[in-house]
C-alpha cells in the first residue's frame, strides 16, 4: 500500500484550486446572464442603482481566466492572485447586481436581497483597488525595492482601500444625504447596514471627501512607479513594462471608439480592453515570447492614430459638407480624402512611431549617416569610439554600451557609453577579415538584421578609428624622420668637424713639416711622412664606417643574400656555426628593405652570440607573395620568462615596423630563439618612389 504524506493532499488541492477558481467563475457568470435575461421585462427605477450584472460579470470573467492560467504557471506569483481574485470580485458584483434586481423587482421576498444590493452598491467598491495593485505590483510580484517608491506605493493603496472602508461602515442615511440621491421606496425598506458605525453626519462628509480624493491618487502613483521601474529596470524588465503600455494604448483606442458607440457595445469594448490588458499581462509575467512587443506596440499606435484620423476626416467633412451635400455624397468625399491621405500618412506615422519604440534602427540609412556626421566632427580615434557608442545606444535603445577597439603597438582602446544594467551580450568587431575588438551591449534581444546592421556600424567605426590612428601615426613618422635626418646631419657634422676634420688638418701639417726638413733632414721627413700615411689610413677607415653606417657598400657590391654570408662569416671565429640560405635569385630588392634585412640579421646575430650561448645559428632569406621573409634560428638556451626585452629587440620590431611589416621573437618548444621578420616590398618601393 502507498504510503501518502500530509503534505501530498494539500499539494493536490492547490493544483486543482486554479481550476475551482475558474468553474466557479464561468458558473457564476453562466448564472448571472440568466437572472438578467429572467430580469429583461422589469423597470427598475434609476435611483435603485441596479445595471444589467452581465457586463460586470463578463468583465470579471476576462480577468479570472488569465489569472488561472497564470497561477497554474506561477502558483504564488502575487499578479496572477491578484488578477484572480479581482475577476472573481467582480463576476460576483455582477451576479449580486443580477439576484438584487431579482429578489427585489421581479420575484419581490426572495431571501438573500437585502445582501446582494449591499454587496453590489457597497463592497463593490472594492473593485477600484484591483488595478492600482496590479501595477503596484507588476511584473515581479513585489512592490518598488527603493524605499521611497515603497512607502509612496503603501500610503497610495491606503488611500484608493479608504472609500471602500468607508462605504462599508457609513450609514445608508448619511450617504444619501451626503450624494443627494433619494432611494425608491421598495430600496429603502432593506437593511443596508451590517457594518455601519453610528457618529454624528458632520463627521463623514471630511471622510469621504478625503476618500473621493484618494482615487485621483491611486492611480496617479501607480503610474509614476511604473515609470520609475522602466527607468531602472534591465531589458527583459522593460520589455514586460511595454506589455502593459500596449495595454494601456489598446484601452485608450477601444475606450474612446467605446463612447462612439451605444451602450451596450461600448460595456461591451471596456471588457474587450479589460481582456485585452489581462493577457498582456500574463504574456509579460510568463515572459512568452516578450520582445514581440515592439513590434507589436508600434503597429498599434500606427494604426490606432490612423483609425482616429479616418474617424475626424469624417466628423469634419460631414459636419463642414453636410449641409451642402447629401449624406452619400458626403461619404464619397470623406472616402476620397482619407483615400488620398492614407497611404502617405500611414508612412511617415509607421516611421514616427517605429523610431520612438525602436530607435532609429528601421532607418539604417539615417543611423549610417548619423554615424557619419559624428564621426567626422571627431577629433581624434578615442572620440570616435565615444561617437559610435552614442550612435549604437540611440540606434538601438540601450542602456550600456562598451567599445573594444585593438590599437596598433598593443594598445586597447575602451570606451563605455551609459551604465550596465541587466545581460549583456559580446559580439566580436572585424575589420579586413581581421579581429580587432569587440562590441558589449545590455541588450539580448537583437534581431539577426540588428546584429548585421551593428556590424556594419562598428566596421565602419573601425575602419575610421583605425584611418585616423594611421593617420596620428604618419605625423609622428614623419616628425620622427625629419627628427632622425636632423640627428644624422648632426652626426655627421660632427664626425667631419671632430673627427676628419682635425685629422686632415693634422695630415697638411705633417706635409708641410716634411716636405721643409726634405733637404735638412731627409731622415726625419721620411718618418714624420711615414706617421702621415698611418694618419690616412685611419682617416679612410673613418671614412668607411661613416659610409657604412649609412648603407653597408657590401650591399651594393654583393648584393643582399653575399652581404649577409659575409656579414655571418665575421662570427664564425667565435665558434658559431652560421648556416646562411635563400634563393639566389632574389632580385632587385627595395634599398629600404635591404637595409632592414641585413640590419636585423646582423643585430640577431649578434644577440646569440652574446646571449644564447648557442652553437649553431640557421638564417634564411626569401620572398613570398610580395614580401620578404627574414629568419634567424639558433640552438641556444632560449628567452626566459623573466627576461624584459632590451634595446636590441625593440630595434628589430622598429625596423620591421617602419617599413609596414613586422617581427616576432619566440622561443620554440623544441629550444632555441627564433626571429622572423616580414617586410612588405610594394610599401617600402612606394617609400622610395616618394622619397
Not at 506569483?77 to 438584487?100: C, I, K, N, P, R
Not at 449624406?327 to 468625399?333: F, I, P, Q
Not at 711615414?530 to 679612410?540: F, I, N, S
Not at 640552438?635 to 626566459?640: H, L, N, T, V
Amino acid at each position: 500500500m502507498k504510503n501518502v504524506t500530509p503534505a501530498e493532499p494539500t499539494a493536490a488541492r492547490r493544483s486543482h484550486l486554479p481550476g475551482m477558481l475558474a468553474v466557479t467563475a464561468v458558473a457564476l457568470t453562466v448564472g448571472t446572464v440568466g437572472l438578467d435575461i429572467r430580469n429583461g421585462g422589469v423597470e427598475v427605477p434609476s435611483g435603485a442603482e441596479l445595471d444589467p450584472g452581465w457586463t460586470v460579470a463578463l468583465i470579471g470573467l476576462a480577468q479570472v481566466l488569465p489569472g488561472v492560467l497564470l497561477l497554474r504557471r506561477l502558483p504564488r506569483h502575487s499578479v496572477a492572485w491578484v488578477l484572480t481574485v479581482s475577476g472573481l470580485v467582480w463576476v460576483l458584483d455582477g451576479f449580486a447586481a443580477g439576484w438584487a434586481t431579482y429578489a427585489i423587482y421581479v420575484s419581490p421576498g426572495t431571501p438573500g436581497a437585502s445582501a446582494a444590493h449591499w454587496f453590489y452598491t457597497r463592497f463593490g467598491a472594492t473593485l477600484l483597488l484591483g488595478l492600482p495593485l496590479l501595477i503596484l505590483l507588476f511584473p515581479d510580484g513585489r512592490l518598488p525595492v527603493a524605499r521611497l517608491w515603497r512607502r509612496l506605493s503603501v500610503i497610495s493603496l491606503a488611500l484608493t482601500a479608504l472609500l471602500p472602508t468607508v462605504f462599508m461602515v457609513v450609514p445608508q442615511a448619511v450617504l444619501t444625504r451626503y450624494l443627494a440621491l433619494p432611494l425608491p421606496p421598495e430600496i429603502a425598506r432593506l437593511a443596508f447596514d451590517p457594518f455601519s458605525v453610528e457618529l454624528p453626519y458632520g463627521f463623514w462628509p471630511p471622510i469621504l471627501k478625503i476618500a473621493y480624493s484618494g482615487i485621483v491618487v491611486s492611480l496617479v502613483v501607480p503610474f509614476a512607479v511604473m515609470v520609475h521601474r522602466y527607468r531602472v529596470a534591465d531589458p527583459d524588465r522593460r520589455a514586460q513594462i511595454r506589455w502593459l503600455m500596449w495595454a494601456a494604448l489598446v484601452d485608450m483606442f477601444v475606450l474612446l471608439l467605446g463612447y462612439m458607440l451605444p451602450s451596450e457595445l461600448s460595456v461591451a469594448m471596456l471588457g474587450l480592453a479589460i481582456a485585452l490588458t489581462s493577457s498582456a499581462v500574463v504574456v509579460a509575467v510568463t515572459k512568452y515570447r516578450l520582445y514581440g512587443i515592439d513590434r507589436l506596440l508600434s503597429a498599434t499606435a500606427l494604426y490606432g492614430i490612423l483609425a482616429a484620423l479616418v474617424i475626424l476626416v469624417d466628423i469634419v467633412v460631414f459636419t463642414a459638407v453636410g449641409t451642402v451635400l447629401d449624406e452619400r455624397n458626403a461619404a464619397l468625399a470623406a472616402l476620397a480624402i482619407v483615400a488620398a491621405v492614407y497611404i502617405p500618412l500611414r508612412t511617415w506615422l509607421m516611421r514616427v512611431v517605429r523610431r520612438l519604440v525602436r530607435g532609429s534602427r528601421e532607418d539604417p540609412y539615417a543611423t549610417v549617416s548619423t554615424l557619419a556626421k559624428r564621426l567626422e566632427l571627431a577629433t581624434d580615434p578615442d572620440e570616435q569610439l565615444i561617437a559610435v557608442a552614442r550612435t549604437l545606444a540611440d540606434a538601438f535603445r540601450l542602456s550600456y554600451v562598451r567599445v573594444e577597439i585593438e590599437r596598433p603597438r598593443g594598445r586597447r582602446s575602451v570606451v563605455e557609453y551609459g551604465s550596465p544594467r541587466g545581460p549583456s551580450v559580446s559580439l566580436p568587431v572585424a575589420y579586413r577579415a581581421e579581429l580587432v575588438g569587440r562590441l558589449v551591449l545590455c541588450r539580448t534581444d537583437l534581431t539577426e538584421r540588428d546584429q548585421q546592421l551593428l556590424g556594419d556600424l562598428v566596421r565602419q567605426a573601425a575602419a575610421a578609428a583605425r584611418a585616423s590612428e594611421l593617420s596620428t601615426d604618419l605625423q609622428r613618422i614623419r616628425a620622427q624622420l625629419v627628427v632622425a635626418r636632423e640627428e644624422e646631419r648632426r652626426r655627421l657634422r660632427r664626425d667631419l668637424h671632430d673627427g676628419l676634420g682635425p685629422n686632415l688638418g693634422a695630415v697638411a701639417l705633417r706635409i708641410e713639416t716634411a716636405r721643409n726638413l726634405t733637404r735638412t733632414s731627409p731622415a726625419e721627413a721620411e718618418r714624420i711622412l711615414d706617421q702621415t700615411a698611418a694618419e690616412v689610413a685611419t682617416v679612410m677607415a673613418d671614412i668607411r664606417q661613416i659610409v657604412h653606417d649609412l648603407r653597408p657598400p657590401a650591399l651594393d657590391e654583393l648584393g643582399l643574400l653575399r652581404a649577409v654570408r659575409q656579414q655571418a662569416d665575421r662570427f664564425r671565429p667565435s665558434g658559431l656555426e652560421v648556416v646562411v640560405t635563400g634563393d639566389e635569385a632574389l632580385g632587385v630588392l627595395p634599398a629600404a628593405v635591404e637595409v632592414a634585412a641585413y640590419r636585423i640579421v646582423s643585430e640577431a646575430l649578434a644577440n646569440v652570440v652574446r646571449h644564447a650561448c648557442a652553437s649553431r645559428c640557421d638564417i634564411a632569406l626569401s620572398v613570398n607573395e610580395g614580401v620578404l621573409d627574414v629568419l634567424v634560428r639558433d640552438d641556444g638556451a632560449g628567452i626566459g620568462v623573466d627576461v624584459i626585452a632590451g634595446v636590441g629587440m625593440f630595434s628589430l620590431r622598429e625596423r620591421a615596423a617602419e617599413l609596414g611589416g613586422d617581427c616576432e621573437i619566440i622561443c620554440p618548444a623544441d629550444g632555441g630563439t627564433l626571429v622572423r621578420a616580414r617586410l612588405p616590398l610594394e610599401q617600402a618601393a612606394e617609400v622610395v618612389d616618394v622619397s
